[in-house]
């Protein structure tokens, strides 16, 4: 493919989840000369017609296969990331996530780690289009990135001082839209748990600030009613949760992927569990967590480590038995970045494209760059966090961007 046709649509959805690495994928192409085109998903599907011919990334959706399959017979190629890649049960990701029909459309499957890639190559075969990758998001725990933080997690400490984050995933009980579910007897009890857990520790550590960062899918409200009274608890759930768990003292959980993310960031971490649970327990982030049972076990990890400096002595030993379990699962590892093998691979693909679509495409979207975007997908935003990694690289990535619509933007590198 000619360097000028290579295009690239990073389609997102949950956007204090997937932007940042959406967003550090999008650097790097861009610096490899590849347009990019990054927005709402469902917006982008209205526009993937008069698209030029590219590469288009799925996040793994499976309501959205059919876009996918429409995706490929107007000539594009299909790649996929699956957003749920790293936790899931096998049964219901084959069943749910993955089908044949749709293995055999696309180009590439990128993996998290060797237990996903096991998964889809012992159903599918092909092994040759099966990679393992792991995920531009976790490349932004790495300390090369950290910084881009910096700013927001100094905001974040004048506000909210010494706190302890917690993060819930009750989703599936404490529903957004439609309250509480009561046949998932399971989850209301760990929910319940939590609420007493929140309740007694922001009690028995008046000298902290507990931040509550409630799964996107969870309905907020619930938390706020219940712990409105609680002077040093805040419920919130406001941009990546790297700059939070970063900026915490803390971290709890119970079989959460910000667990992982902790770990990775190096923040200490406990995996809350009352009560054991074969259908809700999730192996990976408890495995690599500290676990509790009690608040009296929370509160002396605390103590330990607000007096040391650490959790336990065997600090070094532990971290590594959990280094061990985590890279069975994710493959990006220490020096390892995600983003350079996707784009290694992408580099593979070729895609026939006509140059004068290309120009069309382009003329029509015109060339006024628009910044007045305050929420969502803007340029200002994509800019500023561009600006922050040519910092870390010490170099200046150009491009131009274009404002197709609120939530999409072509990003286009600069060569002149």
């Known amino acids: 493919m000619p360097m000028s046709e290579k295009w690239l649509y990073l389609p997102v959805e949950i956007l204090t989840r997937e932007l940042d690495g959406k967003l550090l994928l999008a650097y790097y192409a861009v610096k490899q ?15 993937l017609s008069s698209f030029p011919k590219g590469i288009l990334m799925s996040k793994g959706d499976p309501k959205l296969k059919k ?12 790649v996929e ?27 590439q499957i990128y993996c998290w780690g060797n237990v996903q890639k096991d998964v889809i190559e012992k159903a599918y075969g092909h092994h040759e289009k099966i990679h ?30 010494d706190f302890i984050l917690i993060n819930t995933r009750f989703a599936r009980y404490n529903r957004k839209k439609d309250g509480f579910d009561n046949e ?13 857990m929140i309740k007694e520790l922001s009690q028995i550590r008046a000298d902290l600030n507990i931040v509550v960062r409630p799964h996107q899918r969870e309905n907020y409200n619930s938390y706020k009613d219940e712990l409105s009274n609680f002077k040093n608890v805040s419920v919130l759930h406001s941009g990546s949760v790297i700059k939070w768990i970063i900026a915490s003292k803390i971290v709890i959980h119970n079989g959460c992927t910000t667990g992982i993310e902790s770990f990775l960031l190096d923040k200490p971490v406990i995996s809350y569990m009352p009560f054991e649970s074969e259908e809700n327990d999730e192996y990976l982030p408890n495995a690599i967590s500290y676990k509790a049972t009690c608040v009296d076990e929370i509160n002396s990890f605390i103590d330990a480590y607000l007096t040391d400096g650490e959790i336990d002595e ?6 590594s038995i959990q280094k061990e379990i985590l890279s069975k699962y994710y493959a990006a590892i220490d ?9 290694r691979l992408l580099d593979q693909i070729f895609v026939e494209n006509e140059s004068c679509l290309e120009s069309s495409f382009l003329q029509n979207i015109g060339t006024t760059q628009i910044w007045k975007t305050k929420k969502g ?18 170099f200046e990535n150009k491009k131009i961007f274009h404002q197709i619509d609120k939530d999409i933007l072509l990003i286009k590198p600069n060569n002149n």
């Not at 998932?184 to 007493?196: A, D, G, P, T, V």
């Not at 020096?335 to 784009?343: D, L, Q, S």
């Open 33 to 47: 000369n590849y347009n990019v085109i990054i927005g709402k998903k469902r917006k982008m599907w209205r526009y």
């Open 67 to 78: 876009e996918l399959f429409k995706a490929k017979e107007l000539g594009h190629a299909v």
């Open 81 to 107: 990331l699956d957003e749920e890649g790293l936790i899931f049960n096998e049964d219901t990701y084959l069943r749910r996530r993955m089908n044949e029909k749709y293995f055999k459309i696309v180009n």
């Open 132 to 161: 393992l990758t792991g995920h531009p998001r976790f490349d932004l725990t790495k300390k090369k990135f950290r910084t881009i933080y910096n700013k927001e997690i100094q905001e974040i400490k004048r506000n909210y001082g």
């Open 184 to 196: 998932n007897q399971e989850m209301k009890k760990l929910y319940n748990y939590f609420i007493q």
């Open 314 to 319: 065997a600090k070094d030993q532990n971290n």
């Open 335 to 343: 020096e390892n970045y995600a983003y350079e093998e996707i784009i």
């Open 377 to 394: 997908i803007s340029a200002s935003k994509i800019n500023a966090f561009f600006d922050k990694v040519n910092d870390i690289e010490k």
